[in-house]
């Protein structure tokens, strides 16, 4: 129940081609709904494209990965090596390499594209106890990863694509005084394309936090809203996609921020779209890929699903 609140064939090269405007006409042509699964107890959680159109998305409840594609509407289980005793999986992200990275209680696990084990990082002790690793963003030289149950971001150094190991980098408390550490219950996190600035979802500040990496200097990110506690989130350019689903109508809201992502405007809202208990999103092409975690009455009733909406930003990029 601990999740249930919480509070990144079109082959022809001609295809390939054709400018985002023109995406959505081919979109359509895409499925609308992708099953993750039919096996009871799966709760999809994260999810993940490749820029090839391969999806991967989590369990929450069993800790498996899964895998299909945006041109088809079912997916597999992913025999990946090495988290068969995860009892749960949530963030998972592939990075340039086409490697799949994903967390799960106190373990990092990068797979290749067959499954096997490239790296396993285990996270230190926070300051709470035991770290809970939830959501991941992978950039040039670091894999930064949020702690739900720790008020703290760690770092994985990357060099010469080796992973490091996986350090305590960020303790987010000084950016609140006074507010209970163990309420902070950090969420998504996304990285600017240069990797220099960091957004951090916290469900318990009902807050996204912005963090300089060079300085680590923390600041709230300005939407406006009484309430924009994210949990899953996808940063675009300077368009920010965040799924909520605490403190806000549940669904995924999309912002655009100024230059330095200090601030912005909610200009688009996607509720009642059938989404159940929406957890985190995807962003291919034209199109947004909302996972349906059923977290909020586990074990739900299968089969477990992805929604595909069209992204309302996409003439903009």
Known sequence: MRRSVRLSCIGAATLLALTCSATPTIARELPR???????????PEGIAIHQDGTMFVSSDGTGALFR???????????AAEGIRDRPSTLGVHTDRRGRVFSVGGGELTV????????AERTAEVGPLGAPDLNDLVVTRDAVYVTDWANPVVH?????GGRI?????????????????????????????????????????TEAVWRV??????????????????????????RTLYAVLNYGAPHGVYVAELDKE?????????????????PTTLARHQCRLYVVNSQLDDPPGLPPYTVTAVDDPACQRH
């Open 164 to 204: 490091g190991p996986l350090l305590p980098w960020l303790d987010m408390r000084p950016a609140f005084p006074g507010f209970p550490s163990q309420y902070w219950l950090l969420n998504g996190i996304v990285a600017d394309r240069s990797g220099e600035t960091l957004l951090v979802a916290s469900n318990g």
């Open 111 to 118: 797979h290749d594209q067959r499954g096997h084990v490239l």
């Open 261 to 277: 992502l200090r601030g912005g405007t909610v200009s688009h809202r996607f509720i009642g779209e059938g989404f159940d208990l």
């Open 212 to 237: 300089e990496t060079a300085t680590r200097e923390i600041t709230q990110l300005d939407l406006g809203e009484q309430s924009f506690g994210a949990d899953g989130m996808v940063l675009h350019g």
């Open 33 to 43: 709904t992708y099953v993750v699964s039919a096996e009871p107890g799966v709760l």
């Open 155 to 159: 770092r994985a150094e990357i060099r």
């Open 68 to 78: 299909g594609h945006v041109r088809s509407p079912q997916m597999r289980p992913f």
